[in-house]
């Protein structure tokens, strides 16, 4: 399915972004909209990713664990994320 709307975005034209349809929960929303969402959703897994490598790194460098503060993830409770 996902290689199939990939083949898609190619052919979208500018005023197709202004189309609208019915999300379930959100209501009236655009295909740029959904564009949006979905190149930020890939984003957003691409960072959790990037962030659940570098945390062994963080956690074994020793004294300079502090410059990674902005970084450091802390360990969640089972179920979450």
Known sequence: ???GSLELVPKVAEGD???TA???ELGM???GEM???WAGHDLMHTS???EAILQ????GCGPWKVYFSDHAVP???PGER
């Open 35 to 37: 564009l949006h969402q």
């Open 48 to 50: 959790r990713g990037r």
């Open 17 to 19: 972004l202004k189309r």
């Open 75 to 77: 360990p969640s409770s």
């Open 22 to 24: 019915r999300h379930q």
């Open 1 to 3: 399915m996902r290689a």
């Open 29 to 31: 929303v655009t295909l």
């Open 56 to 59: 062994p790194f963080i956690d």
